[in-house]
């Protein structure tokens, strides 16, 4: 029964005014097994009506339309349809969209300019109930958010934190920082030891309640 449910594939739709951003991104998505665009919007009333109508699982949402933007239709969004989870796709790179965005209830934020590995790296966290940020955006939010300086955390260490708050594996974070997997372990060893949190719910946690997620 588990195993069935597993693969299922994770029911997307994009939201997007440029016709060709849409084309690009079904037709990138859609090669992938387990993803499956069913639909898709030019602005922010239509994207509405399709998800009341389709009941995606993730919605890819671009911030630039006409109309309604995407940060309000984000808000509209999770308090309508708390169950469809919303990933920001913009080429928006500013502080301010990403914690307006955050505020709205995206589950995510990936800058237009990211390579495909990565948005499908976004799609299955959020998917899966998690979060994902681009590094350059998780860094920002990071200097913008910490507080409490006093835990002993080099810079590199809180940026572990936060990628292994988000559920990423040793690989994923060497990946996403340009380290290498043995470097990966030894920030996650180093961090647990200093917060005396073994378990990645732990993690999590600490970097809620310090404003980090």
């Known amino acids: ?14 939201v997007d005014d440029h016709p060709l951003v849409r084309d690009g991104l079904r037709a990138r998505l859609g090669a992938v097994a387990h993803l499956e665009v069913i639909g898709e919007a030019s602005n922010g009333h239509e994207a509405l009506l399709r998800a009341a109508e389709l009941h995606p699982d ?30 920001i796709l913009s080429m928006y790179d500013t502080p301010e ?16 300019d990211a390579g495909s590995h990565e948005i499908i790296a976004a799609i299955d966290a959020v998917a899966a109930g998690g979060s994902y940020y681009s590094t350059e955006v998780a860094r920002t939010l990071f200097a913008q958010r910490h507080a409490q300086p006093g835990h002993g955390l080099s810079e590199r260490e809180r940026e572990v934190l936060i990628l292994l708050a988000q559920g990423l594996s040793n690989k994923a974070i060497a990946l996403q920082l340009d380290i290498s997997v043995r470097t990966a372990e030894t920030h996650r060893l180093s961090v647990r030891r200093k917060l005396g949190i073994d378990s990645a719910a732990g993690l999590a946690k600490f970097a809620i309640e310090h404003g980090w997620l």
């Open 1 to 14: 029964m588990n195993d069935a449910v597993s693969t299922l594939p994770v029911r997307l739709m994009l």
């Open 58 to 87: 993730v919605m890819l949402v671009d911030i630039g339309m006409k109309e309604m933007n995407g940060l309000e239709l984000t808000e509209r969004l999770s308090q309508a349809h708390p169950a469809i989870r919303v990933l």
């Open 97 to 112: 969209y990403y914690s307006r965005a955050i505020a709205a209830g995206a589950k995510g934020y990936v800058l237009k």
